[in-house]
């Protein structure tokens, strides 16, 4: 039997501190993540820093799971439930990479449900007046 976890989710503090133009914020961003032992090895130190440092969110730029649809979509699932915990934790924003391509971005799309996640495969966000462009070049 399954078990269900439970998790505290974050949002932004949408307080007139959180808008103001002049406060700071940090955010995680990286790429090329997969399940095996070195993708292990980064949720571990994911899971350490989020621990210690107050981060805002989370933007995974492509190529996640190494790949989403490698044995029929199972090492998708295997990555998202090993990523479960942090994802969970913190927005979670993607854009895909060349490595989500299979099936016209088939596992991608059904898997992430992004801004403007169609054909331009690419997405923007402002966050205390600041622009945030994510794309797949």
């Given at each position: 039997?399954?078990?269900?976890?439970?998790?505290?989710?974050?949002?932004?503090?949408?307080?007139?501190?959180?808008?103001?133009?002049?406060?700071?914020?940090?955010?995680?961003?990286?790429?090329?993540?997969?399940?095996?032992?070195?993708?292990?090895?980064?949720?571990?130190?994911?899971?350490?820093?989020?621990?210690?440092?107050?981060?805002?969110?989370?933007?995974?730029?492509?190529?996640?799971?190494?790949?989403?649809?490698?044995?029929?979509?199972?090492?998708?699932?295997?990555?998202?439930?090993?990523?479960?915990?942090?994802?969970?934790?913190?927005?979670?924003?993607?854009?895909?990479?060349?490595?989500?391509?299979?099936?016209?971005?088939?596992?991608?799309?059904?898997?992430?449900?992004?801004?403007?996640?169609?054909?331009?495969?690419?997405?923007?966000?402002?966050?205390?007046?600041?622009?945030?462009?994510?794309?797949n070049i």
């Open positions: 039997m399954k078990q269900n976890n439970l998790f505290n989710g974050r949002t932004p503090d949408t307080s007139q501190t959180f808008r103001d133009v002049n406060n700071s914020f940090t955010l995680i961003v990286f790429g090329d993540w997969g399940t095996g032992p070195i993708g292990q090895y980064t949720k571990h130190l994911l899971g350490e820093e989020t621990l210690t440092r107050d981060y805002l969110g989370i933007l995974h730029m492509g190529d996640i799971a190494y790949d989403l649809d490698d044995e029929d979509g199972k090492i998708g699932d295997d990555y998202l439930n090993m990523i479960q915990p942090i994802a969970a934790t913190y927005p979670y924003m993607t854009v895909p990479g060349n490595h989500e391509k299979a099936d016209n971005f088939t596992q991608y799309i059904n898997r992430f449900n992004m801004p403007n996640n169609g054909v331009n495969q690419g997405t923007s966000l402002e966050i205390m007046k600041k622009l945030i462009t994510l794309l």
